[in-house]
């Protein structure tokens, strides 16, 4: 199977659309409709429904998007791999959930740079339990999470604990929980349940949020509240654009590096995680 088949397949899907598709490829339109055409013949399925005035993915076509997804994935990670072969490096496929990274990750990444010259980074997000799997099929060598994983076969460190402090835009509510405005981000259950249990007197969340980035823009912009990472909030406090409610509880986060324990990298896995700040027993 031709990898641009899988492409303007994910397009389509995307756009549902083929002129607009073939916009987006630079290719035309009837390339579009033959690659489509050719894809569905070589797996005896239709992945769009052609019948009504709009597209429409079939069962199948939403089936797909995953698996084509996973191929296109791995075949960039394949080309990484054997590029750096070629320099006497070694990759390092780095797969995290999307809020960790800005929390712990960014700084890390400068760290392996700066230290580990025989590293090329390959590095990508996913869900946890897309996280889980990919280390398990080897896809990823180091996976970022808040939960850990209780599998034999995984190898599970923490490598940080993340405070996590309310802050709100509004400098006359700077005390209790009682804030305005305020923004529930997403850090895992045992962080989301405790918050539940504190705030069950306050008012609801006005917005909820997967990403702390998300929340800290939205609010710099729009005002509220919301329990975000120290180091994340640190400048905007300083400027005074955010303010810290002292009297808050303050939660925290632990995040966890998972690898496979049987990697054939797990040299290389041990210096990254060691590169973290070391934390007390």
Partial sequence: MKFELLTTFLEVSRTLHFRVASENLFITQSAVSARIKLLEDDLGVLLFDRSHKHLKLTTEGHRLIKHANEILFMWQKTKHDVGVAEHDSQQLAIGSM???????????????????????????????????????????????????????????????????????T?????????????????????????????????APAKHFMSQPRIALNYILQAGGSAHLPRQMTFEQVEANNLFVVESAPVYHREIFAVYLAKSQKTEIIKQAIGLFPHLPV
Avoid: C
């Fill in 98 to 168: 999307n809020s960790i990274w800005d929390i712990v990750l960014q700084g890390w990444l400068q760290k392996i740079h700066r230290n580990l010259d025989s590293v090329s980074l390959f590095t990508s997000t996913y869900s946890p339990m897309e996280l889980r799997k990919n280390v398990i099929n080897r896809t990823v060598d180091i996976a970022f999470l808040f939960e850990p994983p209780f599998i034999e076969d995984l190898v599970t460190e923490k490598v940080a604990t993340v405070p996590l402090h309310l802050v709100t």
């Fill in 170 to 202: 509004d400098p006359e509510h700077i005390e209790g929980m009682n804030v305005d405005n305020y923004i529930m981000v997403d850090y895992g259950e045992s962080v989301n349940t405790l918050h539940m249990r504190e705030s069950q007197d306050g």
